[in-house]
């Protein structure tokens, strides 16, 4: 929020909103919501010609800054805060007309930027897809015995996005030999060894996988071999 100085600014058409009950010294209509200040006397808005002009409260700073630029007429709206001394913006008059060319180039705005939102998570999702059947295709090419749907899925649950997983580290996008082997080797301790038991049965994680790593090695093993089975 905008703050001004103890004392109205004098540049631009300002409307106050009063913290006392006063009346037009012109028209004498009162107790007045917003008032315009002319040789120190207060007027209404209708006796200062801004009448016609609606409220837009603070808080959107795009939707003000193009009804302001909509409207041949606008004016700022502030009110003095006791506590901190000195007068706030709460918003601006502005023409209805105005607002309502704001109010459309605003939407126009947001569903450009939905449907380039749209785009860009397509876009992204193309490229994941695309990551992801590359770094299948190293699995397959490191460890030829795995099968092709368990390349898939370490492939797509190492590289998810967001995840923080090995394949979405700067060594796993370069698609490098250790990250791959990294993601399989994860695979293999939680999916293939009692691993994940172990862990919940309270044994230290380094234990763990002191256990377990034969069973692990076998495995890895297996998968380097050609299909044929040639070691």
């Known amino acids: 929020m905008a703050h001004l100085a103890t004392s109205p600014p004098r540049t631009g058409l300002l409307v106050i909103q009063p913290l006392k009950r006063r009346r037009c ?32 409260p603070r808080g959107d700073t795009a939707l003000t800054r193009r009804s302001r630029e ?19 913006r709460q918003g601006v008059l502005v ?19 939905r449907r380039r939102r749209v785009r860009d998570a397509r876009r992204r999702e193309r490229k994941d897809v695309r990551f992801a059947e ?32 090995v394949g979405r580290s700067a060594a796993g996008r370069a698609l490098s030999e250790g990250a791959v082997t990294s993601a399989v080797v994860a695979s293999v301790r939680h999916m293939d060894t009692p691993y994940d038991q172990l862990l919940m049965s309270g044994v230290p994680r380094h234990e763990a996988r002191r256990r377990i790593a034969a069973a692990v090695e076998t495995t890895l093993r297996g998968w380097r071999a050609e299909v044929s089975g040639i070691g």
Do not use: K, T, W
């Not at 409207?71 to 007068?87: D, G, K, M, T």
């Not at 023409?95 to 930027?113: I, P, S, T, Y």
């Open 95 to 113: 023409e209805e007309a105005g607002l309502a060319r704001a109010e459309e180039r605003c939407l126009a705005d947001a569903e450009a930027r």
């Open 134 to 165: 590359a770094f299948a295709g190293e699995i397959g090419r490191l460890f030829p015995g795995c099968p092709a749907d368990r390349a898939q899925a370490i492939a797509a649950h190492a590289s998810a996005r967001g995840s923080g997983r």
């Open 25 to 56: 010294a012109e028209c004498h209509a009162g107790p007045l919501q917003m008032l315009v200040l002319e040789e120190g006397a207060p007027r209404c808005l209708d006796c200062a010609d801004l009448g016609h002009l609606v409220f837009l």
């Open 70 to 88: 909509e409207s041949a007429l606008s004016a700022v709206v502030v009110r003095f805060n006791r506590r901190r001394s000195r007068y706030e």
